[in-house]
């Protein structure tokens, strides 16, 4: 107990002095002694255990030296320098700080145990920034990032996030969880969706396997910048033991397969390798496929496998040259199943005994179908996968209408009234002629739609097609039907679609069912559904009078110049002004998704109709008035004097609409006292009284270039009484 106090009143003391203290593997000093230089060789304030020799001497805060001492009495080897015990319930630790003075450190690296499901792992944090390991002394191999930061290659322009957790072998920078190789460049096919992955890069190539997490599917990617003379090529190799005798022995092993784009279009070709003996090229003598899938076979002067090795039906030579084998196989369809048609006579495809797709020589002279007659007749469906390519029937050579037609429903003596000729005549009820349904994606950003069936007539010579019908639609109405005649040449159910007549397309915001951009003309008449079945809370039109008052006709011209688009017809119209219709009577007026108006002229017939009517009672009841009025001055010896003032005349504003200026006439007698004009805005509110002194005509120039656009009211008062209002519209 003595010898452990003074031992740790020893360690406790040279701690507070400027001095370098050895201990042996007993804690017995050893060498120590006064050290005032900084220099190597030389430390302040440092410890060592073990004997450390005077030509070493101490080499760091902390230097453990080994060499010299004895294998310990518990079996501990030499070599095993450091050791920490701790309790398992709480986290053991070893931590870096760094900083200028103690207090001031922060944490940089931390080594500690795990707890719980974690107790017997180990953890590595760096916690301030990236875990660097190099190798070969400074050169760096692998970095894991600490902290998220973007990347921003040589151009100075892109930037590309590299977020924590990425691990990079050979690159500071990188931008997906694993990044073999170097940085990513704005030149190369790396997107930021590859971050769930692996990424070899390459100076400008790159390879990619993992996750795209815009789409949730899992992705090989490969990409560079390609160029049509140069196309980025993507290769699957098969490789053996060097100095064998296969094919894939050789230095650049067997190539299986090769995917080849220049940036446009991809093209993939299986069984092509221009490094084997013999190179086996594809088509055209290169080595990458020239079309969208190519398969390639064995060269033509290959050595055919010896019999009775004929698996791969390579055992006879093909008489056309080559080796006759296309190296496609269907596994399930062979020379036994039954043939939809009889074997062609000339040089076709056909398949052999194996499933494999084979060449075979023909007679000359003959067809790709049978004559007409001597079709067979197919109880089965059978079709035709057609990979990148088209179905043809070519021209007209012989000038004939009726040549190289598609007849479908018709026997073989049917003269076809057209290129495609389709009659359905079946026992089936509710059958459907032609069918076509188009479920491809419009493209939005250049306005080009997806299209079910386009019919288009052209004709290059001028004065010569004059009759021209782009789409002839019948349904012959059949007598004596039963129910209702639903016999329509065309005919749009219900959420059907919108229908556009004249308009370019993209420029029509639709409002209505059926829009055209045109006239619209009708031998008999057009009509509305107006039945009383249709309609519910139905209210009588009232003050339809005021209502009429406040409409203005006006005699116009369309704009022809600025709204090229739109058949608008020249010379002067008639009708209203949508903005003014719409503040009386806006149930006649409708606006399009760009703001643009449109009255449905029918309507207003209602109102006036009622205004009419209207008024009529009014006419009634003065009528009245004047004749119980007669009645009673014929019955009566005083005299009755009846003002009816019409000699006083309040004319219509001209211009009506208006913009900053108009004018407004009137007339009044030498015997009246006092006159004077009101003018007030659509709520009644007085904007303007103006005393008229002159009798007999005259007139007022109004200046309204600072009244807003709407519509206002002005008034004829004649010795306190008012005489006429009328209505005068101001626009902008």
Known sequence: MKINKLLLIVLCGLATLNVNAQFNTFLVPLNSGLETSNTIGNPNQCVSIGDVPALINVRAKLHVNSFGLALSTTGVGLGQM?????????????????GVTAPTTIEQLSIFSGLGANLNNMFFQATQGDMIFNAGGGFQRVRIVGVNRVFSPPNGVTTYPVRAGNVGIGTANPCVMLQIGGNVTVSGGYRDWMNVGTLY?????????????????????????????????????FTALVGGVSKASGINGLEIARMATDGNFGRTGFGGDPNIPNQNFYSSGTADPQNIVEINTLAPNAVLPPPPNTTLGFATANPLGGTGFSGLRFTDLTSASLAVTTIPTTNVLSVDQNGD???????????????????????????????????????NQSGVTTDNSVIIGNPCTYVPQGKLDVFQNSTALGTIGIFVENSDQADNVNVIPSIGIKSIVTNPFPNVNCYKIGGWFEATPTVNCNGSLDQYAIFTPLNGGLTSLEYALGTNPFVAQLEVNGDVWSQTGMYLGSDQSYKTNITPITNASDKLMRLNGVYFYWDTINNPELNLKTGRQVGFIAQNLDT????????????????????????????FKEQQAEIDTLYSLLDNNLRTSNSSSNNINIDLSSDIILYQNYPNPFGNETIIKYYIPTNVNFAKMTFKDETGRVIKEVDLTATGDGQITVNAQDLASGIYAYSLEVNGKNIQTRKMVKVN
Not at 82 to 90: A, C, I, L, M
């Open 584 to 611: 009386v009577l806006p149930e006649v007026v409708i606006t399009d998704a760009n703001g643009k108006k449109s009255i449905d002229y029918g309507k207003v017939i209602a109102l006036y109709a009622q205004g």
């Open 201 to 237: 890069q390459f100076g400008s190539d790159n390879m990619y396997v993992g996750y795209k997490n815009t789409t949730g599917n899992a992705i090989i990617n490969w990409g560079n910048n390609p160029a049509p003379s140069v196309p980025d090529k993507l290769l699957f190799v």
């Open 82 to 98: 450091f050791r920490t015990d701790g309790p398992n319930n709480v986290v053991n630790s070893w931590t870096m700080y760094t």
């Open 357 to 395: 797709v084979i060449l075979i020589p023909g007679s000359p002279g003959s067809t790709f179908f049978a004559q007409c007659n001597a079709l067979p007749i197919q109880t089965v469906s059978f079709g035709t996968l057609l990979l990148g390519a088209n179905f043809y029937y070519e021209g």
